[in-house]
């Protein structure tokens, strides 16, 4: 059984639970996934009536809590209620083929209870069979299509092999790769990196390495930056030293984390040093002392063209709500992948230098083989995967 080491394993996943036809469980030819989700907090959505759901093939929303005491799904508090309630008939009516998912996480607040909970439900059968009957009722009541949650982070093993045999697609979150208290500057989400594994690529290749079809893999893309403020302003390239996170942004609610809405208010509003970094793929800009990393149009076509050349299965965008009001990443991502999937893009297979292929064969992740147990074979709920410093959605077939 093919495993990535946990020495690659930082962060917590989601599974997603969809409908798929017989051919798309075979992955004989799954049609592409252009997905995006949709934050639910009031702190930071955007309104329904905003979203542009023709640019997508599935939507999350994004998202629900698990119930501590009963173990169960959580409805959402009364000032967020009406959102459920309205998003799959709102998005449905201008795309009726979009396939939307209601999304399971921890508590930002309470995330140490909030995982323990999600691992006392995992460990008991009784209490996953309460919880995915209450997931799939609450779904069911209010036009989703499936569900998503995510679950705790230390200590597990994830094998690829029960991964590509029981799941339908996994989507890995690549970006989130550097913490905003590490006071260097750095692209957050990289398509490439020699250097320290720490990209788009590596992560990739450790999952297709790792035995995952490429049919079954869906690309994260950001839609929101990390920012610093720089130690010198005349150092201000990748590396350059920071004092401090950047600032508290409104939408994002975190400091040293900006959405590309606000982004482009900066870009617009000021003149910064904008620069795009060919090595890496990515984009940064400093606007006096501050520093900011992003993926621009740029980056995203780049990105988008990196999937199709490894033949994925498609890309989401995290979170849709950080984008602006002309959607413009994702109409970007849209058509780039549009154009390219005509072009044949993704029969060229690689072509860029700094990818995970030409580093040595002892810096690549390794793999190993060990059984796992007839329970988590028939219960997927006890498979959990994640790779570098990425959630993964892990979309599961409903039996």
Excluded at 44 to 64: A, D, F, G
Excluded at 169 to 187: D, M, P, Q, R, S
Excluded at 307 to 325: A, E, Q, V
Excluded at 358 to 365: K, P, T, V, Y
Aim: with cysteine; hydrophobic share 40%; net charge negative.
């Amino acid at each position: 059984m093919e495993k990535l080491p946990f020495s690659q394993l930082l962060v917590p996943i989601l599974l997603t639970f969809v409908h798929l036809s017989a051919s798309q469980k075979q992955c004989t030819s799954p049609p592409a996934v252009r997905a995006g989700f949709w934050l639910s907090n009031s702190n930071h959505y955007s309104s329904l009536s905003n979203v542009s759901s023709s640019l997508y093939t599935h939507l999350h929303y994004y998202s629900l809590s698990i119930n501590e005491t009963t173990f169960t799904v959580s409805v959402p508090p009364q000032d967020q209620l009406p959102l459920l309630v309205n998003f799959s008939a709102c998005v449905k009516s201008d795309n009726p083929s979009i396939k939307t998912l209601l999304s399971i996480a921890t508590d930002d607040h309470r995330i140490n209870s909030s995982n323990a909970a999600f691992s006392t439900m995992v460990a008991d059968k009784t209490l996953r069979s309460a919880f995915i009957s209450s997931t799939i009722e609450l779904a069911n009541g209010h036009g989703f299509d499936g569900h998503v949650f995510d679950g705790p982070t230390d200590d597990l093993d994830y094998p690829a092999s029960a991964i590509s045999e029981n799941l339908d697609w996994v989507n890995a979150l690549c970006f989130g790769y550097h913490k905003t208290n590490e006071l260097i500057t750095a692209a957050d989400a990289p398509l490439y990196d020699k250097t320290t594994h720490l990209s788009t690529s590596y992560c990739i290749e450790s999952w297709l390495d790792a035995g995952i079809p490429p049919c079954k893999l869906v690309m994260g893309i950001p839609l929101f930056g990390r920012s610093w403020y720089l130690k010198n302003k005349e150092k201000n390239g990748l590396g350059a030293q920071a004092v401090a996170a950047g600032p508290r942004e409104k939408l994002s609610n975190r400091t040293g984390v900006i959405a590309y809405f606000e982004i482009k208010q900066i870009l617009k509003e000021t003149t910064p040093s904008l620069s795009y970094d060919n090595r890496t793929v990515s984009s940064y800009f400093h606007n006096g002392g501050l520093w900011v990393s992003f993926d621009s149009l740029q980056v995203v076509d780049e990105k988008i063209k990196f999937s199709l050349r490894n033949k994925l299965l498609g890309y989401f965008l995290w979170p849709i709500s950080f984008d602006d009001s002309n959607h413009t990443i994702s109409k970007k991502a849209s058509g780039a992948w549009q154009i390219a999937s005509a072009s044949g893009e993704g029969k060229l297979g690689y072509e860029e230098a700094p990818s995970p292929q030409e580093l040595n064969a002892q810096d690549l992740a390794p793999t190993q083989q060990e059984d796992i147990s007839d329970a988590i074979a028939r219960d997927p709920l006890m498979i959990l995967y994640i790779c570098n410093s990425l959630f993964l959605l892990l979309n599961l077939v409903r039996i």
